[in-house]
């Protein structure tokens, strides 16, 4: 998004928040987190799937296995649910690894999993696949300003979903890294950052029966909105990750006349374990 998009005034759209987690891996933890189990119920992914898949893939992949599980509507049938997935410089990681391998080794040291595993589209593919899910979707974002184009597509796609397919809900997954990882001039790590991962599981809402009162995120004009708990376009999924954590109202600037606010539920206990502990129930 290199330039704000300008967007009518009177744009309504809801959506009710029927899940949300986050979860977060170091660098040195993807190898291991790559190969585990992945599955919640009757919902699972093949042995390996994940092997090749670039770190952003594996966080929100795991992101969306615990929203699964915190998911307040049960045996509900995903298979015509959207996936949207916001990254913000995925695939980079692999990518300089593939030019280190081209130089020391030639074609030979290319893998050719680069190209799926790597893209925009990745994320949500993997999603969308994995889970066998058929609506709508998208892999947006890219840069800083994911979050931002993440929650817009959620709430534009929301109103055409809720006339169309009223049973379908949006699999909104969030993915970047606090610091970019580095690598040495042999391809081998010489950071240990931390990568998150978020999703949210909305429910498109008709704007004249939305429940105001339950977990929800709408988009309205900026000024309807207290100026505190504002966020830029650009704002870090960090930031946001951390106000959904505490259950804080949030607001983000979509465009110069136009943001969405956030009012998320409240984490149970469960889903503010350390990472290592999710997994090991996940494994169980």
Request: net charge neutral; with cysteine; proline share 7%.
């Amino acid at each position: 998004m290199n330039q704000a998009p300008s967007l009518p005034a009177n744009l309504s759209a809801h959506c009710q928040i029927d899940s949300c987690a986050t979860v977060s891996a170091h660098l040195s933890e993807f190898p291991t987190l790559a190969r585990e189990k992945y599955a919640h119920g009757s919902h699972s992914l093949p042995t390996r799937f994940l092997r090749h898949a670039d770190e952003q893939t594996v966080i929100g992949v795991r992101s969306l296995l615990k929203a699964m599980a915190s998911d307040t509507q049960k045996n509900i049938d995903i298979s015509n649910d959207a996936v949207i997935a916001a990254t913000c410089l995925a695939g980079q990681p692999a990518a300089a690894r593939t030019m280190i391998g081209l130089r020391d080794k030639g074609p030979v040291g290319v893998t050719p999993h680069i190209v799926p595993q790597c893209s925009l589209h990745s994320v949500a593919s993997a999603a969308s696949v994995g889970f066998g899910m058929h609506g709508p979707n998208f892999g947006v974002g890219g840069g800083t300003h994911c979050v931002s184009e993440g929650l817009l597509l959620s709430v534009t796609l929301a109103p055409m979903l809720a006339t169309t397919s009223p049973t379908a809900r949006i699999w909104l997954i969030c993915t970047g890294w606090d610091q970019q990882p580095s690598l040495g001039t042999n391809g081998e790590a010489t950071n240990d950052p931390l990568c998150r991962g978020l999703t949210l599981l909305l429910r498109p809402t008709l704007a004249h029966s939305v429940d105001t009162m339950c977990p929800h995120i709408h988009v309205a004009p900026q000024q309807d909105f207290h100026a505190h708990s504002h966020h830029p376009i650009d704002t870090s999924l960090r930031q946001f990750c951390e106000r959904i954590e505490n259950g804080d109202s949030t607001t983000v600037a979509v465009s110069n006349s136009c943001a969405i606010k956030i009012l998320p539920p409240i984490p149970s206990q469960d889903a503010r374990r350390p990472n290592k502990t999710v997994a090991q129930k996940g494994a169980a």
